[in-house]
């Protein structure tokens, strides 16, 4: 079985400030790595995924995320952020491809002006 | 096309009634996943589709809740007495067939928020 651990429930973060979001997941096998945002009232919208290859991946809205296999983290940074990031993260792994999707349970960010 | 569209947005029922909700995924996509997220947590994997054939169920998946896919094509969630505890909103997920490019992205519609008084 898989699970992922998001290890901060809230970031408050200034406008125009860096952020990073904390990833740590388990797995007994090869797995994929995605991070999805939520904005509220609405669905989630894919950022960026580790499929295979150079272990730092960029996404949209500026965001990029470094695998560390070693220590089994896949965290989610961005040097400089809006107030239009202010939404829900959620980091999640599957075992295949198109296989279903194991989330974390979400990191809250808000943007301060 | 417009992605996953799901329907209704919001729906509030009593206790002890039936509810069905409808999932249409991008179009040409053979698989279709269900997922339940309750408030402050992230989505849970409900039940899966590979065209018609339903290949995976969650223990969530009480035996109050079907899915179906009749055609491959639109995917319907029923719960039967509905309890307090069935409050959440449900997301419905499309993904391409294998070997299309990004066979692993899942593309998720805006769910269904289902609250039980």
């Known amino acids: 079985a898989q699970s992922v651990t998001q290890l901060d429930s809230q970031v408050p973060v200034f406008e125009e400030a860096p952020v990073e979001l904390r990833c740590n997941y388990s797995?007994?096998?090869?797995?994929?790595l995605f991070w999805y945002v939520q904005y509220p009232n609405q669905g989630l919208q894919l950022l960026l995924k580790?499929?295979?290859?150079?272990?730092l991946v960029k996404g949209i809205n500026g965001f990029e995320a470094e695998f560390n296999k070693s220590q089994t983290s896949f965290h989610l940074r961005k040097p400089s952020v809006h107030i239009s990031d202010t939404a829900e993260y959620f980091c999640?792994?599957?075992?295949?491809?198109?296989?279903?999707?194991?989330f974390g349970g979400g990191t809250r960010v808000l943007v301060k002006p | 096309d417009t992605g996953v569209s799901q329907n209704p947005r919001h729906k509030i029922t009593k206790r002890g009634q039936n509810v069905t909700f409808r999932c249409d995924p991008i179009?040409?996509?053979?698989?279709l996943y269900w997922y339940r997220q309750t408030l402050g947590q992230g989505p849970e994997f409900l039940t899966y589709?590979?065209?018609?054939?339903?290949?995976?169920k969650s223990r969530l998946l009480s035996d109050r809740f079907s899915a179906e896919r009749p055609k491959g094509s639109f995917s319907t969630l029923e719960i039967q007495r509905t309890e307090q505890g069935d409050s959440a909103m449900y997301l419905c997920?499309?993904?391409?067939?294998?070997?299309?490019?990004?066979?692993?992205?899942?593309?998720f519609g805006q769910g269904t928020r289902l609250t039980v008084v």
């Open positions: 997920a499309s993904s391409p067939r294998q070997g299309v490019a990004s066979p692993t992205e899942a593309f």
């Open positions: 797995s007994s096998v090869s797995v994929y």
């Open positions: 580790y499929l295979s290859g150079s272990t």
């Open positions: 999640a792994v599957s075992e295949a491809a198109g296989n279903k999707l194991t």
């Open positions: 179009s040409e996509h053979n698989r």
């Open positions: 589709f590979q065209n018609e054939a339903q290949l995976e």
